[in-house]
């Protein structure tokens, strides 16, 4: 295979998960693959891997190292939702953690934007909130060995948040190379007021790196004057950089405000690496009855071409990737919904809409 042909070659990886994961990630497949065939990129070779309550019941583990080892050989790959809660005890740390963690996909970005034709509580949302995903508050994810909670005794519970320059550096970067692709203007979210080491470091690194570039806007913002700021003037807003638990938070908050968490996409990702996932969970109650709504997995994966068509300057993943985006905002303006949203189309019949729309020019 020559230079060219190894550079287009696209291997993807695809795990399932749990509840309505088969569903959405088998949607979100078949739009990629027509987007793709659309665009003029040369099909991707798809990677089927397992992960979540299947896996748990066929290899004893949630998260085989198979799964890991596979993964290592994509370029990217879409992770469905897991339920982690539902699984045995001896099984319950979530394997989209372990995914993160393993890879060092320590940028998890989120998108919020309101959609013509789909009722949001701000029409004028389109901001993008930059989650710094390997530390911080969350417990799974903050220290070399164990967890970063303790209990000393029954009655007593500690939670140890970390905080590294090194991280809040990159994280930064990302946040403002980001800003200057949109409307150049980065609000820094922090809680330095009562948390003046931790916060106060990830504040003051951030406005440190925000000297390097200088045509980027930036103010700071503590989280609860944020919160209340996105609810009254989500418009304000461009990019957010903020740290893990305040991240997860707010972009919930905001995909609440743009329409529904059904329309929140995410990518996770690393300077070499970067995975698809949706923000919500695995809905168990609606796995099997074609009821899910499978666009913010196919937002996720639009995200993930264009963070390919950058990495290995290939055009015609980033035209792939428009043609998702558009074609989703189309199926929407037409008055095409699934039920989560007011709408009557089902998993399939809204997977076949955006499909046929891919293909418009």
């Not at 710094?132 to 220290?143: K, Q, V």
């Not at 004057?225 to 305040?246: I, Q, W």
Request: charge should be negative; proline fraction near 5%.
């Amino acid at each position: 295979m020559d230079g060219t042909a190894s550079k287009q070659r696209l291997r993807l990886g695809l795990v399932d998960g749990d509840g309505i994961g088969p569903e959405v990630v088998a949607s979100a497949r078949r739009v990629v693959d027509e987007a793709l065939a659309a665009a003029g990129s040369p099909a991707a070779e798809w990677i089927a891997l397992p992960m979540g309550r299947r896996a748990i019941e066929e290899f004893g583990t949630a998260l085989p190292e198979f799964t890991l080892e596979g993964l290592a050989g994509t370029d990217g790959w879409i992770l469905g939702p897991h339920d982690n809660a539902s699984y045995p005890p001896e099984h319950r740390i979530a394997p989209g953690g372990a995914i993160r963690r393993h890879f060092g996909l320590y940028a998890n970005i989120r998108p919020a934007q309101a959609f013509p034709g789909i009722r949001a509580v701000a029409g004028d949302i389109d901001l993008v909130i930059v989650r710094e995903n390997s530390e911080g508050f969350y417990a799974d994810r903050n220290m070399a060995v164990g967890s970063g909670e303790f209990c000393p005794t029954p009655d007593i519970a500690l939670s140890v948040g970390l905080v590294t320059r090194a991280a809040c550096e990159r994280i930064a970067h990302e946040a403002f190379r980001l800003a200057a692709t949109r409307r150049k203007q980065v609000t820094i979210v922090h809680k330095a007021n009562v948390l003046p080491l931790t916060m106060g470091l990830f504040r003051d690194t951030c406005h440190a790196v925000a000297r390097e570039y200088p045509g980027i806007a930036v103010d700071d913002e503590h989280v609860d004057a944020a919160a209340a700021h996105l609810v009254r003037s989500p418009g304000d807003y461009d990019v957010l950089v903020t740290e893990n638990l305040f991240g997860d938070i707010l972009s919930d908050l905001a995909a609440q405000l743009a329409g529904s968490l059904g329309t929140a996409a995410s990518l996770n990702s690393s300077a070499d690496r970067a995975m698809a996932q949706a923000v919500h969970g695995a809905a168990p109650d609606l796995a099997g009855h074609n009821r899910a709504n499978p666009v913010a997995l196919h937002l996720s994966a639009a995200m993930l071409l264009r963070w390919l068509a950058d990495r290995r300057e290939l055009p015609a993943l980033a035209r792939a990737a428009d043609r998702v985006d558009r074609a989703v905002a189309a199926t929407f303006a037409a008055g095409i919904a699934t039920a989560d949203l007011g709408g009557l189309a089902s998993t399939a019949e809204f997977t076949e809409q955006v499909i046929a729309r891919v293909h418009h020019r």
